[in-house]
C-alpha cells in the first residue's frame, strides 16, 4: 500500500537555527498538509496546501513557517528560526482527489527537538 | 466552533470487552468524520470514517455510531483485544479541509 514518507525520523536543532522537514506523499495524491503534535497532547492543524499555494493555515503557521513542493515528489516545512515551543512531532498527510471521497493519509512523522 | 471533545481520556477495558469512546462537535458544516489510531513512533492512521447522513457503519470490530441531532459520534470496539491498545482520535472536516482532531484516548487493553 501506497505511504506518506517523512525526513528526518528525528532533527535535533539549536534555538534560532532554520530547519527544514521533509515529505513524499502519496503519488496520486494533490491536498497536502502539515500537523503537529506536542507530547502527550491532541494533533494540530498547521497548513493545508493544494495546487502549488497554501489553502488554508492556522494561528500556529507564523511568518516563521513557509511550506514549498519544489518538485513533483517532495512537500517541505521550513521553520526559519526556531523557538523552544516548536519542538513536537511533526506529521504530513496528503489526500487523492476527489477529495470529498478521500481520507488523509499521514507519514509516521519527525521528532523535532529543540535545544 | 472549531472544537471536538472527546472522552474519556484513559479507557482500561478486558481482553474481550467492548470499548467506547465519544466525541462531540459544535459547527455543522463538518461533514466528514474519522476515527485515527496511533501506536507510539507511529502516525495517525485512519480506522474508520463515517458521514453525516448515516447512523452508523461497521467494518469488523470497530463501528462508528452518528447522533447528527446532538453532534455526537463514537466508536465501538468489540472483542477488545490486546493488540488494540493504542491512542485513539476522533477528528471532524470538511472534504478539502483540515482536520480538527478531538484530545486523545489512550485505550489499554488487559489480557
Known amino acids: 500500500e501506497p505511504e506518506v514518507t517523512q525526513t528526518p525520523s528525528h532533527q535535533v536543532t539549536q534555538m534560532g537555527q532554520e530547519v527544514i522537514l521533509r515529505c513524499v506523499p502519496i503519488s496520486n495524491h494533490l491536498y497536502f498538509y502539515w500537523y503537529r503534535q506536542i507530547l502527550g497532547q491532541k494533533v494540530e492543524f498547521l497548513v493545508s496546501?493544494?495546487?502549488?499555494?497554501?489553502?488554508?493555515k492556522s494561528e500556529i503557521f507564523d511568518d516563521q513557517f513557509s511550506v514549498e513542493r519544489p518538485d513533483g515528489s517532495n512537500f517541505t516545512l521550513k521553520i526559519r528560526s526556531t523557538k523552544l515551543e516548536d519542538s513536537a512531532m511533526y506529521f504530513c498527510?496528503?489526500?487523492?482527489?476527489?477529495?470529498?471521497?478521500?481520507?488523509?493519509?499521514f507519514g509516521d512523522g519527525t521528532r523535532l527537538s529543540i535545544l | 466552533q472549531q472544537q471536538v471533545k472527546q472522552s474519556p481520556q484513559s479507557l482500561i477495558v478486558q481482553k474481550g470487552g467492548i470499548s467506547i469512546i465519544n466525541c462531540a462537535y459544535e459547527n455543522t458544516a463538518f461533514d466528514y468524520f474519522p476515527w485515527y489510531q496511533q501506536f507510539p513512533g507511529k502516525g495517525p492512521a485512519l480506522l474508520i470514517a463515517?458521514?453525516?447522513?448515516?447512523s452508523e457503519k461497521k467494518e469488523g470490530r470497530f463501528t462508528i455510531s452518528f447522533n447528527k441531532s446532538a453532534k455526537q459520534f463514537s466508536l465501538h470496539i468489540m472483542d477488545s483485544q490486546p493488540g488494540d491498545s493504542a491512542t485513539y482520535f476522533c477528528a471532524a472536516s470538511r472534504p478539502t479541509g483540515k482536520l480538527i482532531f478531538g484530545q486523545g484516548t489512550t485505550l489499554q487493553v488487559k489480557p
Open positions: 498527510a496528503s489526500k487523492g482527489d476527489p477529495p470529498s471521497n478521500q481520507p488523509q493519509h
Open positions: 463515517i458521514r453525516p447522513d448515516v
Open positions: 496546501f493544494y495546487n502549488n499555494e497554501i489553502s488554508e
